[in-house]
C-alpha cells in the first residue's frame, strides 16, 4: 500500500464513509453560501456607506430641503437608505404641516415615526443573512468534528478485522476523518470574520442614521414653529 497516494486529498475524500462524505457535502455547500452571502453583504454595506455619505454632502451643503425631497422621488429606485429616511421624514411633515390645528410637538413626533419605521427596514435589510453567518461560524466546526469521530470510529472498527495494526492501515482511516474537520473549520472561520465586520459596520451606519433623524427633526421643528 502506497500510503502517500492514499493521503491524497482526492483519494482521502473519494474513499471515506458514506456519513462522512454527506458531513463533507454538507459543510462545503454551506461554505459556499457563505461566501456568497460574505460578497453580497459586502458590496451592500460599501454601497450604504457610499451612498450615505453622498447624501450627507448634499444635505449639509445648505440645499433646499424640497429640491433634495424632489430628487429623491424621483431617483426613489437608486437611492441610498439614508436618501430614503429622509425622503419619508420630509413626505410626512409636508403632510403634517398643512393641518394647522395640530400641535408642533406632535407633528415632529409623526415625522420621527415615518423615519423610524423607514430606518428600521433599512437596518433590517443590512442586517438579513447576518445570522446565517453567525450559525455557520458556530456549528460548522461541530458538524465536522463529528464528521471526524465517526470516520475515526470506522477506521478502528475496521482494525477489529485484521491481525495486525500499521501505520498504513490506520492513516488513511484517520486522515479521511481529519478533513472533515478541517472542511468545517474553512467554512467556519471566514464567517465568523464575516459577521463580526459586518455586524460593526452594520451599528456604525445606524448610528449614523440615528444621529441624522435626530438632527433633521431638530431642523424641521425649527421651521413649523
Known amino acids: 500500500m502506497n500510503v502517500t497516494q492514499d493521503l491524497a486529498i482526492v483519494e482521502l475524500i473519494a474513499n471515506a464513509s458514506l456519513v ?22 459586502w458590496f451592500q454595506i460599501r454601497d450604504t456607506r457610499l451612498k450615505t455619505d453622498q ?26 437608505a439614508l436618501e430614503r429616511i429622509f ?12 393641518q394647522k390645528t395640530l400641535d408642533p410637538a406632535t407633528a415632529i413626533d409623526g415625522v420621527r415615526r415615518a423615519m423610524r419605521a423607514t430606518y428600521q427596514r433599512e437596518i433590517d435589510d443590512l442586517e438579513a443573512h447576518l445570522a ?3 450559525s455557520v461560524g458556530s ?40 478533513v472533515a474537520t478541517a472542511i468545517g473549520l474553512f467554512a467556519a472561520i471566514p464567517a465568523v470574520v464575516a459577521y463580526n465586520r459586518f455586524a460593526h ?6 448610528v ?10 431638530n431642523i424641521l421643528q425649527r421651521q413649523i414653529k
Open 139 to 178: 456549528v460548522s466546526p461541530y458538524v465536522g468534528l463529528f464528521g471526524t469521530v465517526w470516520g475515526i470510529m470506522h477506521s478502528f472498527r475496521g482494525l477489529a478485522s485484521m491481525t495486525t495494526a500499521t501505520l498504513a492501515a490506520v492513516a488513511p482511516g484517520i486522515a479521511e476523518a481529519l
Open 201 to 206: 459596520d452594520t451599528d456604525r451606519v445606524a
Open 87 to 98: 425622503e419619508a421624514g420630509f413626505r410626512e411633515f409636508t403632510k403634517l404641516r398643512g
Open 20 to 41: 462522512v462524505k454527506l458531513v463533507m457535502g454538507v459543510l462545503t455547500y454551506v461554505s459556499v453560501m457563505s461566501w456568497y452571502w460574505i460578497f453580497r453583504k
Open 55 to 80: 447624501f450627507e454632502s448634499e444635505f449639509w451643503s445648505g440645499g433646499d430641503l424640497s429640491r433634495l425631497y424632489e430628487n429623491a422621488v424621483s431617483n426613489r429606485h437608486h437611492s441610498g
Open 132 to 134: 446565517f453567518l453567525a
Open 208 to 217: 449614523r442614521f440615528e444621529s441624522f433623524m435626530e438632527e433633521f427633526s
